[in-house]
């Protein structure tokens, strides 16, 4: 069991649908006394991966000194990584997949996460529009060899305030106990 968890929200939108589905998952986790730090990645300031190669150099130390230092340093402890977003154009906010080019920094051997999962939310009413996501999530997966602690897909949201009462903020608080 997990009890140090990075969450990575890339939703543009505080306090929307992508939020409050985080917000299940953490307070699902810190009822079962796990730590999370949540970091809003739209809020930050964080740079685009150059190709540069200067991190596979220097041993997960980025060119780039921008907020993604802080990011690094917490999924460097961390045992479990969450991603949270939004679907957008069938993938993950370009937010969100910005800072997961930057995580290539760190090999395996420079953190201990074992664990992942990914909490989405869509406008679509059916997941398909997800599948995108899900592949470059479970590509992921694969190339760190992490374990994958679940996927929770809220669709038809249309609105800021629809995803309230939905079975998914129950799924994301059992998976915050359980990862």
Same mark, same amino acid.
């Given at each position: 069991m997990c009890k140090n968890i990075v969450l990575l929200s890339g939703s543009p939108r505080k306090g929307g649908n992508t939020d409050k589905l985080a917000d299940a998952f953490i307070?699902?986790?810190?009822?079962?006394?796990?730590?999370?730090?949540?970091?809003r990645v739209a809020d930050m300031s964080i740079d685009f991966c150059i190709g540069c190669s200067h991190c596979f150099e220097e041993k997960g130390v980025c060119i780039h000194k921008d907020d993604m230092q802080t990011v690094l340093d917490a999924i460097r402890?961390?045992?479990?990584?969450?991603?949270?977003?939004p679907v957008y154009y069938c993938s993950v906010s370009a937010q969100?997949?910005?800072? !997961?080019?930057? =995580? *290539?920094a760190l090999t395996n051997e420079q #953190?201990?996460?074992?664990?992942?999962? !990914?909490?989405? =939310? *869509?406008?679509?009413?059916?997941?398909? #529009?997800?599948?995108?996501?899900?592949?470059?999530y479970k590509s992921v997966l694969a190339y760190k060899k992490w374990d994958n602690a679940g996927v929770i897909i809220a669709t038809g949201l249309y609105g800021e305030r629809t995803i309230e009462g939905r079975e998914e903020l129950e799924q994301a608080r059992i998976l915050g106990r359980e990862i």
């Open positions: 307070k699902g986790a810190e009822s079962a006394g796990k730590s999370v730090t949540l970091f402890k961390a045992d479990a990584l969450v991603f949270a977003s969100l997949k910005l800072v !997961l080019d930057r =995580t *290539c #953190t201990s996460v074992k664990r992942s999962a !990914l909490l989405m =939310t *869509c406008a679509d009413e059916t997941s398909g #529009t997800a599948d995108g996501a899900i592949v470059m």
